[in-house]
């Protein structure tokens, strides 16, 4: 009898097999700055968790970028300028009926000159509601920071899932809802979407 192999889903090593990941040696340089994009990551995690929309918008510059991919399936986005991409955050607000919490670990400096920076961290996300605390996904940010007269800010933010952040299958979901997720670019069979989102 012959033993089929499961696909995997995800598969592991998904990230770094589509692209989206490509870590490298740090220098001791890195350290320096650590501490600032450390900083701004957090205060993006806690600017969405308690739902203030000032904090988000000191995050990111004026041109930053918000992008998501699904397992190497879904892109999410991109979306484009800080004031789209905080709208499209706080639009979640009202629908989410539960405290969200970002955990993010792991960081890692890849990248660092005296004016941007690329930065990796692992994401737990956990969603806590009457008795109950729930995984709602995990996966990994990849960070471009910017310095902007001292200030370092996301340039661009790429989400990395391991699982979605929604419910159900993306073929089954109304036009109103992948709007609200922000889907763009969804592939069947699993696995088609590359670093840049394309199919």
Not at 33 to 40: K, S, T
Not at 41 to 57: P, V
Request: a negative charge; hydrophobic letters at 40%; charged letters at 25%.
């Amino acid at each position: 009898m012959t033993v089929v192999p499961r696909q995997l889903r995800p598969r592991p090593a998904w990230a770094h097999g589509t692209g989206l990941v490509s870590v490298r040696t740090r220098t001791a340089a890195d350290l320096d700055v650590r501490g600032r994009l450390e900083d701004r990551l957090h205060r993006y995690c806690w600017g969405f968790d308690e739902r203030r929309q000032d904090i988000l918008e000191d995050c990111f510059t004026a041109d930053g970028t918000w992008t998501g991919n699904a397992m190497g399936e879904t892109r999410v986005g991109p979306h484009v300028g800080r004031d789209t991409v905080v709208a499209w955050l706080a639009g979640f607000w009202p629908h989410q009926r539960d405290q969200r919490r970002h955990v993010v670990t792991n960081f890692m400096i890849d990248a660092l000159t005296e004016r941007e920076a690329t930065a990796y961290a692992y994401l737990l996300l956990v969603g806590s509601s009457r008795r109950a605390v729930a995984l709602e996904a995990a996966g990994m940010y990849r960070i471009d920071f910017r310095n902007e007269g001292g200030e370092w800010r996301i340039s661009a933010l790429l989400a990395g899932f391991d699982i979605p952040f929604w419910r159900g299958e993306v073929e089954d979901m109304e036009p109103w809802v992948r709007d609200l997720f922000g889907i763009t670019v969804h592939a069947s069979p699993p696995g088609a979407i590359d670093a840049a989102g394309d199919a």
